[in-house]
């Protein structure tokens, strides 16, 4: 299980790898924690900076936290907690809690609470 903590735009996290417009940058084949501050990502010891408009997080696999400032979070597999403060969340299956303060909320099965200030809550 992963963890990834974002702050910034402009990227894609799917399955092992970071695209980011489109090209391949880094492999996070072990990374337990990825990390993006404004422009820079740093996975364990790598470091990638982009420059981008938009951010979309898109996992296939299993993680145990997402904690983004501005993102919509989509998680194809198992998540414990996502935290968002502008985004939609999409998920399946979450053992914690699904939390945002402007986005909508989509999801399977939620062990914990969601909450959203601004936006719905749908169930697939």
């Known amino acids: 299980m992963k963890g990834v903590y974002v702050v910034g735009k402009g990227l894609i996290i799917s399955g092992n790898k970071i695209t980011i417009d489109g090209k391949e940058h880094v492999t996070v084949e072990n990374s337990e924690n990825f990390v993006v501050n404004n422009d820079c990502i740093e996975i ?32 194809n597999g198992n998540i414990g907690d996502i935290e968002t403060v502008s985004g939609d969340v999409d998920c399946l299956h979450v053992t914690g809690d699904i939390t945002t303060v402007s986005g909508d909320v989509t999801c399977g099965s939620v062990s914990g609470d969601v909450t959203t200030v601004s936006g719905d809550i749908n169930r697939k």
Do not use: L, P, Q
């Open 44 to 75: 364990g010891n790598k470091v990638v900076v982009f420059k981008g408009r938009s951010i979309k997080i898109e996992i296939h696999g299993n993680v145990n936290k997402i904690v983004t400032d501005n993102a919509d979070v989509s998680v």
